[in-house]
């Protein structure tokens, strides 16, 4: 297993073509831990725009890390032929911060091997449902919640039609007299809701989603 390790740990090194800046070490039980350093321009291989994600530090460049990782994970099943899973840590400034990513990663890796199987790149803003239920930590589960809704940050008329529409039972009827405006309206609204954040409240699953992030960022207002 130990020589199995260093040969990950090599390929791992060679990948991202920095060793200055990735640290990687085994911790036992099969597991590899990678302290990686990242930014836009160690990215840019995998980075659409090098400035997006840059308004939010905790999930800055976390799309083009997910990139990375799952071009490493393609490589290391190419040259091992063994079943590897990579959970991901969103950046956390800071020594303290290193633990906190440690932690994401580790509970992205835990809920994703459970979810959805062996063999895949797992990260905590990929869970769905499970990572308002399945994660322990309530910073993370405030950050998921603002992360998802802030695209409505910005649209004050979509986020009270999102919550009256949960408030409502999700009943197209009811919400559009509630707000005073035409089905097609109501119609309109929500899909430019889903088109915004990624979910759409007409999906059981998503309007779960939906709806816990809601009550945590409720939650997480009111204590603030």
């Keep these: 297993m130990r020589r199995n390790a260093q040969l990950i740990i090599g390929s791992i090194v060679e990948f991202f073509h920095l060793p200055d800046d990735t640290i990687c070490g085994y911790i036992g039980d099969g597991e590899i831990a990678v302290l990686k350093a990242t930014s836009s321009q160690d990215l840019s291989n995998w980075t ?22 799952r071009a490493l994970l393609d490589k290391l099943h190419r040259e091992t032929h063994s079943g590897i899973s990579i959970g991901v840590g969103r950046y956390h400034p800071g020594i303290r911060g290193l633990a906190r990513s440690y932690q994401d990663a580790r509970t992205a890796l835990y809920l994703g091997r459970r979810l959805f199987g062996p063999n895949r790149v797992h990260s905590l803003d990929e869970m769905g449902i499970a990572a308002f239920v399945g994660v322990p930590d309530e910073r ?6 603002l992360r998802l809704l802030s695209p409505l940050d910005q649209a004050p008329e979509l986020l009270e039609t999102l919550t009256t529409y949960f408030e409502e039972d999700c009943h197209p009827s009811r919400v559009a007299s509630r707000l ?38 409720q939650l997480h207002t009111d204590a603030t």
């Design 180 to 217: 005073a405006v035409h089905r097609n309206t109501l119609a309109y609204r929500l899909d430019r809701i889903a088109n915004l954040i990624g979910l759409d409240p007409r999906r059981f699953d998503d309007a779960v989603q939906i709806r816990l992030a809601l009550l945590v960022r």
């Design 48 to 69: 659409d725009d090098p400035a997006a994600g840059t308004t939010s530090p905790s999930w800055a460049d976390l799309t083009a890390l997910k990139r990375a990782t």
């Design 140 to 145: 993370t589960k405030v950050d998921l919640a």
